[in-house]
Nanobody, 125 residues
Framework: QVQLVESGGGLVQAGGSLRLSCAASGRTISNYVMAWFRQAPGAEREFVAAIRSTGESLYYADDVKGRFTISRDNAKNTVYLQMNSLKPEDTAVYYC??????????????????WGQGTQVTVSS
């Protein structure tokens, strides 16, 4: 079993930056695809970014590409999401997720078997 705990969320002005962290425990994440999803109030959970187990392949939603960067440090059992040039529409609860290495539908939430509780990101105008 893998426990995932997100941190780093908070309130930031538009144009600012935040770095989210996802700390894993219970099992190494080195063999997992890791991803970030977000969910705004009243909206469905949507894909943000994913990274393969080796960190070689990165995937992003179109609306965050060029602004967000996902990375991982397997030695620290931690995944990060660097968010730059934040916009009010980025406001959401951000969730960390882990899936079996090699999964093909990595933009789909049901592909992931472990989830954190989320961290709130609020971007003011």
């Amino acid at each position: 079993q893998v426990q995932l705990v997100e941190s780093g969320g908070g309130l930031v002005q538009a144009g600012g930056s935040l770095r989210l962290s996802c700390a894993a425990s219970g099992r190494t994440i080195s063999n997992y695809v890791m991803a970030w999803f977000r969910q705004a109030p009243g909206a469905e959970r949507e894909f943000v970014a994913a990274i393969r187990s080796t960190g070689e392949s990165l995937y992003y939603a179109d609306d965050v590409k060029g602004r967000f960067t996902i990375s991982r440090d397997n030695a620290k059992n931690t995944v990060y999401l660097q968010m730059n040039s934040l916009k009010p529409e980025d406001t959401a609860v951000y969730y960390c997720a882990a899936g079996i290495a090699g999964l093909w539908a990595l933009r789909n939430a049901p592909s992931y078997v472990y989830w954190g509780q989320g961290t709130q990101v609020t971007v003011s105008s």
